[in-house]
């Protein structure tokens, strides 16, 4: 038997998992909220770890004390090493909130290749899966815009269908520089959808510019939707007006 199991019953798991809602606490004495961070920082076991992420899925008043709380958090986080790595990867493929903190801690304990593939697989998790929140699709697209992996491209495709303007916009800003070809029938049928927000069309016509793909068969619609400072240029791919 353990040292936890002696002060609470339990073994350091259990123990660490009856803190969660000390944690997630958002009124009242935060020096409960703080004590029982400060308990599963100290102990060693992943569970304690998947405990302390949950405090990243709430705010708390003042905005100061939230901040830094979350910051030593992140530290606590961190100081697991390896062990932190399942919790962090399971929270940020069953949690809609804070992705962005899961995000950073993979930074700081991972080679970016490897944080990129974790995105892939979540990403192709997240196409399959409804979400209420924009925000978590949106955050992940960030991360792997610009980045250089043939997995990225065909795991963004999907959500050129998503419900949400913004995750399709991201989804275009990831896409078009990565000059992916099924992309280019799909990114044009976006563009001339006549359901799709002005701000989207705008952001398929920066991807198809970026790609460098040619509009046949769409020309006659998208010519009525280019704006400045796009044109078609004679083989139908669209380029900056010349000043």
Not at 46 to 51: D, F, K, L, N, W
Not at 113 to 136: A, F, M
């Amino acid at each position: 038997m353990g040292l936890f199991d002696f002060l609470g019953g339990g073994s350091g798991p259990e123990k660490a998992l009856k803190l969660k809602p000390k944690v997630t606490q958002k009124y009242g004495d935060p020096a409960s909220r703080q004590k029982a961070i400060q308990q599963l920082g100290e102990m060693k076991y992943p569970e304690a770890a998947g405990v302390l992420l949950a405090r990243f899925t709430i705010t708390v008043e003042p905005l100061t004390t939230d901040a830094d709380e979350k910051e030593h958090v992140f530290e606590l986080i961190k100081g697991f090493g390896k062990d932190a790595l399942a919790p962090i990867q399971d929270f940020l493929r069953k949690s809609e909130q804070a992705t962005s903190w899961a995000l950073r801690l993979l930074g700081d304990l991972l080679p970016e290749p490897e944080v990129t593939s974790i995105c892939v697989d979540t990403l192709n998790h997240l196409s399959n899966h409804y979400t209420r929140d924009p925000e978590k699709k949106v955050v992940l697209l960030h991360h792997v815009t610009g980045r250089e992996d043939a997995r990225i491209a065909p795991a963004v495709l999907p959500f050129l269908e998503d419900m949400s303007d913004d995750v399709k916009i991201a989804a275009l800003k990831a896409l078009g520089p990565l000059k992916y070809e099924p992309a280019r029938e799909p990114l044009l049928k976006l563009l001339i959808a006549d359901e799709t927000a002005r701000r989207v069309q705008t952001a398929a016509l920066t991807a198809l510019h970026e790609s460098g793909f040619g509009v046949q068969g769409f020309r006659e619609k998208v010519e009525p939707l280019l704006v400045e400072p796009y044109v078609l240029d004679k083989s139908g791919v669209v380029v900056r007006r010349q000043a």
